[in-house]
């Protein structure tokens, strides 16, 4: 069965600092990924994601994530966080050609001033 | 757009009473999901749906949970009779295309507490 696990479920970080956020995902079929943030007291808004094709990708405000497979990995960094990066990050796994997403139980990083 | 719209934002009700979700899903998407987001278990998804018709239900807890699409623009997600353990935030999401690997578009959620 296909699974996601964050690791950390708070992460705290001084504005300005680097970050990364743990994903690792077990599934025995091929895999596409997505990285999900959720600000307080809202829906969940994409991020980034991978599909196929080149292992790194980036999102439109400073965020990459690299699809390792032989680590069965998709960790989320950012090399200098802002307040405004504050909110709860979810990992999503999804295989084949099925539109069913696995969500992981997310990390909450909170940047400080 | 407007994105995909929830209703009510927030309900509050008592133990046995009927509790009615409401999504809109973005005009033109293909694919609506229901989850259910609680502390402990996290983002569970319950249903979906292609082109109005329910995909996947093994989500869905039990018998008192239902959920229905009537047509390309509206779903709604039951449960009857509610208990303490339902409350929850409930969010829709919706998807462009068919068996793609496409994103998901969340609505805002309904916060559901049931006393």
């Known amino acids: 069965a296909q699974s996601v696990t964050q690791l950390d479920s708070q992460v705290p970080v001084f504005e300005e600092a680097p970050v990364e956020l743990r994903c690792n995902y077990s599934?025995?079929?091929?895999?596409?990924l997505f990285w999900y943030v959720q600000y307080p007291n809202q829906g969940l808004q994409l991020l980034l994601k991978y599909l196929s094709g080149s292992t790194l990708v980036e999102s439109i405000n400073g965020f990459e994530a690299e699809f390792n497979k032989s680590q069965t990995s998709f960790h989320l960094r950012k090399p200098s966080v802002h307040i405004s990066d504050t909110a709860e990050y979810f990992c999503?796994?999804?295989?084949?050609?099925?539109?069913?997403?696995?969500f992981g139980k997310g990390t909450k990083l909170t940047v400080n001033p | 757009d407007a994105g995909v719209i929830q209703s009510p934002r927030h309900e509050v009700t008592e133990m046995g009473q009927e509790v009615t979700l409401r999504c809109k899903p973005i005009?033109?998407?293909?694919?609506l999901f229901w989850y259910r987001q609680t502390m402990m278990r996290g983002l569970e998804l319950l249903i979906y749906?292609?082109?109005?018709?329910?995909?996947?239900d093994s989500g869905m807890p039990e018998d008192r949970f239902s959920a229905k699409m009537p047509n390309a623009s509206f779903s709604t997600l039951k449960i009857q009779p509610s208990e303490p353990r339902d409350s929850a935030v409930y969010f829709c999401?919706?998807?462009?295309?068919?068996?793609?690997?496409?994103?998901?578009?969340f609505g805002p959620g309904t916060r559901l507490t049931v006393l």
């Open positions: 749906f292609n082109n109005n018709v329910p995909i996947d």
């Open positions: 599934s025995s079929v091929s895999v596409y």
């Open positions: 005009s033109g998407h293909n694919s």
């Open positions: 999503a796994l999804g295989q084949g050609g099925s539109e069913k997403l696995v």
């Open positions: 999401a919706s998807s462009p295309r068919t068996g793609r690997r496409d994103t998901q578009y």
